[in-house]
């Protein structure tokens, strides 16, 4: 992250329009964009495992995001996680559930799976 500045980017449809950068966004700003369409994406964040095949896979990519001109729908900073190609923007009390959901899943039903797979392959189911 760095310090907040002042950006001007050239739009199609409001000319030259200056905002400040917050400190969280990693984004370059580029001209030529609508002004509605102004982004703000800080660092994205990813849950990563290894398979047994040593690949390195990442899933869950998160970052926070911000559309400062935003004409439809919220210009509050929120967080978007990619879930199944999809890419759903998540408040705080979202993001709190959105991680109850991960563990429950976790312990209710990846970790029992696990433990079934194990009898299956040592031979007692």
């Known amino acids: 992250m760095s310090a907040a500045r002042a950006v001007t980017v050239q739009t199609l449809d409001h000319g030259p329009v200056e905002f400040v950068e917050p400190d969280w966004c990693v984004a370059v700003h580029v001209d030529g964009n609508h002004r509605s369409g102004i982004r703000h ?8 495992v290894t398979t047994p095949e040593g690949a390195r896979v990442e899933f869950l990519k998160a ?29 705080a009390a979202g993001l709190w559930d ?9 312990l209710h039903t990846l970790l029992p799976l696990r433990e079934q797979l194990r009898a299956i392959q040592e031979g007692g189911a």
């Open 41 to 48: 994406d800080g660092v994205e964040y990813a849950a990563a």
């Open 63 to 91: 970052n926070l995001q911000q559309f400062p001109f935003a004409e439809h729908g919220s210009r509050d900073v929120s967080v978007v996680v990619e879930i199944d190609g999809e890419h759903p923007e998540f408040d």
């Open 98 to 106: 959105l991680a109850s959901a991960l563990t429950g899943y976790a």
